[in-house]
T-cell receptor, first 113, second 113 residues
Framework: GENVEQHPSTLSVQEGDSAVIKCTYS??????FPWYKQELGKGPQLIIDIRSNVGEKKDQRIAVTLNKTAKHFSLHITETQPEDSAVYFC????????????FGTGTRLTIIP | DTAVSQTPKYLVTQMGNDKSIKCEQN?????MYWYKQDSKKFLKIMFS???????INETVPNRFSPKSPDKAHLNLHINSLELGDSAVYFC????????????FGPGTRLTVL
């Protein structure tokens, strides 16, 4: 089955700086890669996703890049703000019928004012 | 206008008891899921239902039994609760498992004493 590794487990950045979180996956057939943000006491919230037919996707201050050859994808947050502080999860999923999302172990991002 | 809702938000109970968690989605999605998030924040799927039919059943003790009365509801019943069942349980839904976009509920924190 799919295995997703996520780094770093914790990340602290100064407000206004950029943050990058990286994930690698094992199943070369995986074709869907979402990123979730989980704030304290809340459920994971989908913030951006990418499919394997594109290499990059951007939505305002967040972007995701995908390298299918190397089997890794990254989340980039620019101009970080205090409200970006949360736990971020990457995930991957193969395309077949009833395959599941496999999540990374999470990155706790802290924005220092 | 809550998309995916769960009740209760907190559940504290004694070992050996039986309890249920309810989930409802008003997104018109065909697929619903139960996830378990342990104390280290690791998210793992337990079950998935598509149009009331069980399609994913991970290695979960048979003390856990999902029930889907209709495609908008997926409840989780747990028999003979054990200390190790303490976790946060999330319900999620998606339009179609092959499209991948899953939306999570706010979670139910279960504490077994």
């Amino acid at each position: 089955g799919e295995n997703v590794e996520q780094h770093p487990s914790t990340l602290s950045v100064q407000e206004g700086d950029s943050a990058v979180i990286k994930c690698t996956y094992s199943d070369s057939a995986s074709n869907y890669f979402p990123w979730y943000k989980q704030e304290l006491g809340k459920g994971p919230q989908l913030i951006i996703d990418i499919r394997s037919n594109v290499g990059e996707k951007k939505d305002q201050r967040i972007a995701v890049t995908l390298n299918k050859t190397a089997k890794h994808f990254s989340l980039h947050i620019t101009e970080t703000q205090p409200e970006d502080s949360a736990v971020y999860f990457c995930a991957a999923r193969p395309p077949f019928g009833n395959e599941k999302l496999t999540f990374g172990t999470g990155t706790r991002l802290t924005i220092i004012p | 206008d809550t998309a995916v809702s769960q009740t209760p938000k907190y559940l504290v109970t004694q070992m050996g008891n039986d309890k249920s968690i309810k989930c409802e989605q008003n997104l018109g999605h065909d697929t619903m899921y139960w996830y378990k998030q342990d104390s280290k924040k690791f998210l793992k799927i337990m079950f998935s239902y598509n149009n009331k039919e069980l399609i994913i059943n991970e290695t979960v003790p048979n003390r856990f039994s999902p029930k889907s009365p209709d495609k908008a509801h997926l409840n989780l019943h747990i028999n003979s609760l054990e200390l190790g069942d303490s976790a946060v349980y999330f319900c999620a839904s998606s339009q179609d498992p092959s499209l991948g976009r899953e939306f999570f509920g706010p979670g139910t924190r279960l504490t077994v004493l």
